[in-house]
């Protein structure tokens, strides 16, 4: 038992050296202007004790903490009681959801948020088919989102499409786009997935960025032309043709918010409700086999160039629904809404919320991305109060939060799989 607390003191004390020699840089040293307009360096050496005392105790904790090997699984009964309380959190989710915009005292940020949070659970959902389903790690899935913003505003821009038309055909171009790269990487297993998908993703950023003539290069496209609502477009003028008028409303510019609102919704709704219908099917169930092995899954006589495309188109076009409609509720886009980053947090989102679980990444989403605007006010310590939870979250449930579900085709009646009985959730 001494040796064991040395051990992990020891262990405490070597992360909080390396966090010190992180915080130093990143924590200690601040430029600051002082009254006479000149730059000098601000030390803080208090916060930097304080975060090194933190990372001491967490680390120390974290040590201590006897883990079982059985432990890191769900046992039956764990899982069948997660279930039901997924069961019943997703109807109460959806019903907040649907009600949002009706809520007292809920104003334009509020449901600006509800918009950002809904097209980052879409994006989830889209790239959860890829990772989650078919266990291909994609780095570039921002590549799609932003191949669909920019076919929709080429399209309005150059051939006056409108949303209606746009929308599907941006997401019929990310699904090609998709299929391009499936082809490339249809040997590619692990990191080496990796690399080659964040690759892509960076090549569409730089063709955004220097094809100068088509997307307007670092200035972006504008004017994107807006949604309507069968037509009624959402203006102030009143008129009798226009939203407001012809429901005998007083134009408010929320009107189009709360559309935009359930337009996302609906959009997000309809990628859960393909996915959920096709992992059911021949093509999805191909798709887990391929994730719990390859080599098996070639045995079977299952078609893996053919698994390995439908999953980048399917994932593919989910994102460029999204692009789409990011494209049209901002009016304006360029090269600088879809870099890496980008595509880290839709993975986060997946990883987080437990790969293969569509309420896992629902709530994920609204974890990371309405959670993270709880903390504005804390600056640019919100980003160690987001990395601190992520930790918290992989450490307490490394396999995600929803890390177990029924599975999509069982004899007889269906038991609740725990996550250490199939692959998902190892990523």
């Known amino acids: 038992m001494i040796a064991r607390l040395v051990a992990a003191i020891r262990d405490a004390a070597l992360a909080t050296v390396v966090a010190f020699g992180l915080f130093v840089i990143m924590v200690g040293l601040r430029t600051e202007v002082s009254p006479s307009g000149a730059l000098f360096l601000q030390q803080r050496w208090r916060e930097i004790g304080l975060l090194c005392a933190l990372v001491f105790v967490g680390r120390l904790i974290i040590a201590l903490w006897e883990i079982r090997p059985h432990s ?70 921002v590549a799609f989102y932003g191949i669909g913003a920019y076919s929709y505003a080429l399209l309005a821009q150059y051939y006056g499409f409108s949303f209606w038309l ?16 499936g082809f490339p990487v249809l040997r590619l297993r692990g990191d080496y997935l990796a690399i080659v998908t964040l690759a892509f993703g960076e090549i569409i950023r730089v063709v955004l960025l220097n094809w100068v003539s088509l997307t307007g290069g670092p200035n972006g496209i504008g004017g994107i032309p807006r949604p309507s609502f069968f037509g009624l477009p959402f ?17 408010d510019p929320i009107h189009r918010v709360i559309f935009l609102y359930y337009l996302i919704l609906a959009l997000a709704l309809l990628t859960n409700w393909v996915t959920i219908r096709i992992r059911r099917q021949p093509i999805g169930r191909a798709w887990e086999a391929l994730r719990e092995d390859e080599i098996a899954c070639r ?20 994102g460029g629904f999204a692009g789409a409609f990011f494209a049209t509720r901002q009016g304006f886009i360029s090269p600088e809404s879809f870099t890496f980053i980008e595509s880290a947090i839709i993975l986060a989102i997946v990883v987080l919320g437990g790969m293969g679980s569509q309420i896992g990444v629902a709530v994920a989403a609204v974890v990371m991305i309405g959670g993270f605007e709880l903390f504005r006010d804390l600056q640019e310590w919100r980003m160690l109060v987001f990395g601190a939870a992520m930790v918290v979250i992989m ?29 998902e959730g190892r990523g």
């Open 299 to 318: 045995a079977l006589g299952i078609n893996v160039t053919t698994t390995k495309l439908t999953a980048f188109a399917l994932g593919a076009m989910f």
């Open 235 to 251: 203006n102030m003028s009143g008129e009798p043709d226009t939203f407001a008028g012809f429901f005998g409303l007083e134009p």
């Open 166 to 181: 746009g929308l599907p055909l941006a997401g019929i171009l990310a699904a090609f786009w998709g299929v391009l790269l």
């Open 395 to 423: 450490v307490l449930r490394p396999r995600g939060l929803v890390g177990s579900r029924t599975p999509s085709i069982a004899l007889g009646e269906r038991k609740a799989i725990g996550a250490s009985h199939v692959s």
């Open 72 to 141: 890191l699984g769900q046992s039956p009964r764990r899982a069948a009681f997660t279930l039901k309380l997924a069961q019943i959190f997703a109807p109460a989710l959806m019903a907040a959801a649907l009600v949002l915009p009706f809520v007292p005292g809920v104003d334009r940020y509020w449901l600006d948020l509800g918009i950002l949070v809904l097209t980052y659970v879409m994006l989830g959902w889209g790239l959860n088919i890829v990772v989650g389903l078919a266990g291909l790690l994609d780095l570039g899935y």
